[in-house]
């Protein structure tokens, strides 16, 4: 059990990264990606709304779609759930840990239902996971997509002062380096 | 809802809403809006062409519903109303590739139902068909689907032609070609797209040189695809740029500030 959530872990954070390999949340990762210090505080909203959305999604397709016989209907579902969880935590963050949402409110919002948290959810059930497992898929999952983020925020910092061709300013160089990243990571395809 | 928006379309024929979609509009190579199933989907031509086709069948219906819907639907609930409708849509199409095109059905795996998340859907129901007729919404859908599989089909291809030295399953390079493998592995995505944006981005600084309106010629979208509706993506859209944005955004009840924090950062 230990064993294969471990393989879970690492192959959904570093293998099979999210985005880089899936291409899913390419908009955040992309546009938030600026300052190392913003990326981090995304990516850490997308670890909580990630990790929470698995595990209520679990909850509801093996409580609620399955017994009733209706997981053709999963796609809406999920995708109403997490658009009404986003809103939930949001309230929730507001009201009782103030510190928590100055420090994550601004990103929640632009998470709502990005596509790689509703690709988790449905990732989870069509790999079959149960709720404990799809809890640790989705948490590996978005520190994979942190760490990618957090790297690229890192090389465009660097970047800022590099002598670019006028027309690959902008978004062709930071695709170029998403590009070379996605190289690397395939180097990680020999752990497992 | 948004009050004035339609007042400013000067036509809505048929030929001109499928001209705006393939060509002025282009939702991949000049709006560069849903990108996540352009770039992993494109590993061949016949992938590509599969997941643009499939759009625009969701495209044309959700629009035509939405449409349909649109006095119907209460301002402050349409988002997620939109959402249901699209989904809806999302799931038919899902179900029947399963039983029909089993093998498209299992090279595009994921990216069917996340077809519901995909931006141009969304703005399209927002910027288009939620204040248009019902006939103009659906070319309008198909319009727009076209240029999307058009485009996918043109990423598609190159990416097959340069890593595997095929088209669409046909053997066109020499045979001395050594197929480049990366580029239809996910790194080459990457370079594919960077190489198109750098060209749109020499067209546009071109355009602007001699002085011509080249606001639209964007790369990318900082935004949540789900924010599309609200200053997100939809607001490039053709005609939805007056503005209201801002308080239809905060009526959903949601996600009204998300948009103006990401303009802040973006």
């Known amino acids: 059990m230990v064993k294969e959530l471990l393989i879970i872990l690492i192959s959904s954070s570093l293998v099979n990264n999210v985005v880089l390999s899936q291409f899913l949340g390419l908009c955040p990762f992309l546009g938030v990606s600026k300052k190392t210090n913003t990326a981090a505080g995304m990516g850490v909203a997308v670890i909580f709304v990630i990790t929470l959305a698995s595990a209520v999604a679990g909850v509801i397709y093996q409580f609620v779609l399955k017994t009733l016989g209706i997981t053709y209907l999963q796609t809406i579902v999920f995708i109403l759930v997490i658009a009404a969880l986003v809103q939930f935590v949001e309230m929730f963050l507001k009201k009782f840990m103030p510190s928590l949402y100055q420090a994550l409110g601004v990103y929640l919002p632009l998470i709502t239902t990005n596509c790689a948290v509703l690709g988790i959810a449905l990732t989870n059930v069509q790999k079959k996971y149960g709720i404990l497992t799809g809890v640790v898929n989705g948490f590996a999952t978005a520190v994979g997509f942190t760490i990618s983020i957090v790297i690229l925020a890192g090389i465009r910092e660097k970047m800022e002062y590099n002598d670019i061709p006028e027309s690959f300013k902008g978004m062709p160089i930071v695709l170029v380096t998403a590009g070379l990243m996605a190289i690397a990571f395939c180097g990680f395809s020999g752990l497992l | ?236 859209f053709y005609g939805a740029s007056d503005g209201n944005g801002g308080e239809t955004g905060k009526s959903s009840g949601r996600q009204g500030q998300a948009g103006k924090d990401g303009k802040g950062r973006g």
């Open chain 2, 1 to 236: 809802m948004a009050n004035n928006g339609g007042s400013s379309y000067k036509s809505n024929s048929a030929t001109e809403r499928l001209y705006n979609g393939l060509v002025k509009e282009n939702p991949t190579f000049v709006l560069m809006l849903g990108m996540c199933p352009t770039l992993a989907v494109t590993t061949s031509a016949v992938n590509g062409l599969g997941m643009g086709l499939t759009t625009m069948v969701v495209l044309a219906l959700s629009n035509m519903i939405i449409s349909l819907l649109r006095n119907i639907i209460p301002d402050k609930v349409r988002i997620p109303a939109f959402i249901v409708v699209i989904a809806s849509f999302v799931t038919m199409v899902e179900l029947l590739l399963e039983g029909f095109l089993p093998a498209l059905y299992d090279a595009l795996g994921l990216y069917i139902p996340l077809i519901v998340v995909n931006c141009i859907i969304l703005g399209r129901a927002e910027s288009y068909a939620s204040k248009n007729p019902v006939i103009p919404s659906l070319f309008d859908g198909i319009g727009m689907g076209l240029g999307f599989s058009f485009a996918l089909t043109c990423i598609g291809a190159v990416r097959e032609l340069v890593g595997a030295g095929e088209i669409f399953g046909l053997h066109i390079m020499p045979d001395g070609y050594v197929p480049c493998a990366i580029f239809i592995m996910a790194p080459g995505a990457f370079f594919v797209l960077a190489g198109l944006t750098a060209l749109q981005n020499k067209i546009r600084i071109q355009g602007e040189k001699k002085g011509k309106d080249m606001s639209k010629i964007q790369s990318g979208c900082s935004e949540d695809c789900m924010n599309c509706g609200e200053k997100g993506c939809s607001h490039r």
